[in-house]
């Protein structure tokens, strides 16, 4: 009797003898088969459970086991979005980088034609005043180089140049106010266009009764004091 109560206690009976265990719970020997069974399992010595038992447990309930990948999943996908993010950063610092480049071209390009708008409405108004003076180099003639010359008391001297060949590297065209008597005046430097032309302007007062011509020669890059050259434009003041 002693045996088929453990056995019932132990869960190891069928549902017919599980039944007839039941109405003899109460008695003496049900009692000390109990007592017999909660002693074996104080002396039975710890064991720690298979790894798959977790998960039948689990699955037994309808519960799902967690994934030990989840992990590493999440540290991926934040990963990602962190390069994503870096990478829009730096699109966005080219792009802005780009658009301050262009920006700043734009401004520089505004300047110069304010410049050269500045310049064209001075040179208009030289060559519209009555007080100025135009004189041509080698009149008459048909041989290179030309050069045509508006003499302003006031605003100084512009020089239009024609079939002047751009000077060679490390030279340079510098003109010159000549006068009836004395050293010629430097007037400063320029360089002429792939095509031969040349324009020149000289802003300063300019006594005209006093200019006997104006010259431009080629000279080394930098200029000089005085001419070391035989001119290659000269157009006199006095006609005739």
Do not use: C
């Not at 003899?24 to 049900?30: G, N, P």
């Not at 000089?224 to 290659?232: A, D, I, Y």
């Amino acid at each position: 009797m002693n045996e088929q109560v453990e056995l019932y206690l132990l869960g190891l009976l069928d549902e017919r003898e599980r039944a007839e265990i039941r109405a003899q719970l109460d008695s003496v020997e049900a009692r000390r088969a109990a007592a017999t069974v909660a002693a074996m399992a104080l002396l039975a010595a710890p064991v720690d459970p298979p790894a798959r038992l977790r998960q039948r447990v689990l699955a037994g309930v309808g519960a799902e086991p967690v994934r030990r990948g989840w992990m590493a999943a999440w540290l991926a996908a934040t990963a990602a979005a962190m390069v994503l993010l870096g990478a829009v950063a730096i699109r966005q610092q080219q792009q802005s980088t780009r658009l301050a480049a262009a920006l700043n071209e734009a401004r520089q390009e505004v300047a110069r034609r304010g410049t050269e708008l500045a310049r064209a409405n001075e040179v208009l108004a030289m060559l519209n005043s009555p007080e100025t003076v135009v004189r041509v180099s080698a009149e008459g003639q048909a041989a290179p180089p030309q050069g045509k010359v508006f003499v302003n008391p006031k605003q100084g001297v512009l020089l239009i140049a024609s079939n002047l060949r751009p000077a060679p590297s490390g030279r340079i065209y510098e003109m010159w106010v000549i006068p009836a008597k004395g050293n010629p005046v430097p007037a400063g430097l320029f360089q002429s266009e792939p095509s031969g032309t040349a324009l020149h302007f000289f802003r300063g007062a300019v006594d005209i009764a006093a200019t006997g011509a104006i010259a431009v020669t080629l000279e080394p890059e930098g200029g000089v004091p005085q001419p070391t050259s035989t001119p290659l434009i000269v157009a006199p003041m006095k006609k005739g």
